[in-house]
């Protein structure tokens, strides 16, 4: 019995160990309540035919036993391949070797020789956008044909997937890649890239870091089996005329990357640039300046546009698109966002997926915070920070104490005095520019002029937008 993707989908969500309600899986997952129970019917069917306790369901509310965790990654990591990893295996083969042979890659997958054919056809229809092609030879197998550098570009892209989801990747790509690399190789590459960001006092996404990891890796080992002369090769006019581009080549082929080509070193030095802010103008993307416009004519708002900000929201579009691209895991996950915060995200929702149609809900509410607190921020100068008393009755004001280190961290805001529940009356006589009274769970206070907002520390402290609702401007 296998997990089709809905069913799989449902199983990811409760890997994390988190607790879900029907409403909370129809919110993630858009399916109806009727399609989650047999989902999760499916998945118990699953799980208890390998001997492991399925998802369990108390006062309407689902989970997973911590206990049963490893076995079930376990056996994930074991099972058949979906279409999309097979077709990421095979592509995977075919830029370390290649070629495939058809009679060892159907035994290997477990599949008939006619779904092997299918991904193939796919496969090459999804090459042909990167100017490579398949050739079958009868005896020897199917080759891969085409531009080095083109290879290089795609084989750097599904290493790095590879190493962004190696936590949930199938056995038989751990394998592959082990067989390849030892552990030595990729230790010394992360260390490298590692040193990089130190020395130019940076930080990159996951995505980014990986692909200069996947580049240097590739290099040493088709450099040796297909080497590359470049001699075609030409570096993009928009490279050369960034005043920093000659200074970040030399300073990478400084610091442990002399052996790479340039096409290589170029394609580094364009990942590094992007966080180059004086690129970002008025004049960026059109994909980028589309979205910013279209959204506030849908929100009938003013964006700023600060070079920082039109960096941020263009990287993360980039990198949103690319996971899009490769078929990335998307990690589905239940975000509690206030209606201000829902408001902008339905629009950024309908607006960046008419650009990118796959766009991942994990970026699309990344967007939403990014985009929502740089209005909010904007707003600043026309808004005063809250005036704000914290009541707690702990030895010592020992959890007010917390709460206020969280929110001065987080908020513009004026703590005006942490107090026990019994001054509060008396302070409220002296002090009239009070906003808010903000109080732990577990303590009542009397009905006051002054609103009162109760904090719940394993709530909050989950929550992007906890305190927005009332006004408060996020740092």
Known sequence: MFLNKKSLNILNLFLSLKRYSY??????????????????NTVNSF??????????????????????????????????????ERRDYILLKLFFTNKVILSNS????????????????????????????????????????????????????????????RDSCHNLFINLINSIFSKKEVSLAKKIVLNLINKMNISLPPEDFFKIVSI????????????????????????????????????????????????????IAELLLSLDIERYTMNIENEVNLFLKNLEFKLNITIPKE???LMQVSNAIRIGKFKAELNF?????????????????????????????????????????????????????????????????????????????YIKGNY???????????????FLKNENEIDFILTLNDINIKKTKVPTIKMDFKYILNNVCELEKHGFLKK
């Open 329 to 405: 895991l998307e990690h589905k996950e239940l975000h509690k966002l206030d209606r201000e915060y829902k408001k902008y995200y339905v629009e950024i929702n309908n607006v960046i997926k008419e650009i990118i149609p796959k766009f991942y809900l994990e970026d699309i509410i990344y967007l939403t915070i990014l985009i929502k607190n740089s209005v909010d921020m904007s707003d600043l100068e026309h808004k005063k920070p809250k005036n704000i008393a914290i009541i707690d009755n702990s030895f010592n004001h020992i959890y007010g104490k917390m709460l206020l280190k």
């Open 307 to 309: 070079q920082d900000f």
């Open 412 to 426: 513009y805001v004026n703590i005006l005095k942490i107090l026990d529940n019994y001054q509060l009356k008396d």
């Open 106 to 165: 159907f035994i290997e997958l477990d599949i008939t020789r006619r779904t092997l054919n299918y991904d193939l056809e796919r496969i090459k229809e999804y090459l042909i956008k990167y100017n490579l092609k398949l050739e079958s030879l009868p005896s020897k197998g199917v080759f891969l044909i085409g531009n080095e550098i083109d290879i290089r570009f795609l084989f750097a892209s599904y290493l790095t997937k590879y190493f962004v989801e």
């Open 23 to 40: 409403s909370e899986l129809e919110t993630v997952l858009k399916i109806k309540k009727r399609s989650i129970t047999m989902n999760i």
């Open 47 to 84: 799980l208890h035919n390998h001997n492991i306790n399925g998802i369990l369901k108390e006062d309407e509310i689902f989970y997973i036993d911590e206990k049963e965790i490893l076995k079930i990654k376990d056996l994930l990591s074991h099972a058949p391949f979906s279409p999309i």
């Open 216 to 267: 240097i890796l590739i290099h040493s080992f088709r450099e040796i089996n297909f080497p590359c002369s470049y001699e075609k090769y030409r570096t993009s006019q928009v490279l050369l005329e960034n005043k920093y581009y000659n200074k970040v080549i030399n300073f990478l082929k400084t610091h442990g990357l002399e052996e790479l080509k340039i096409y290589e070193l170029d394609t």
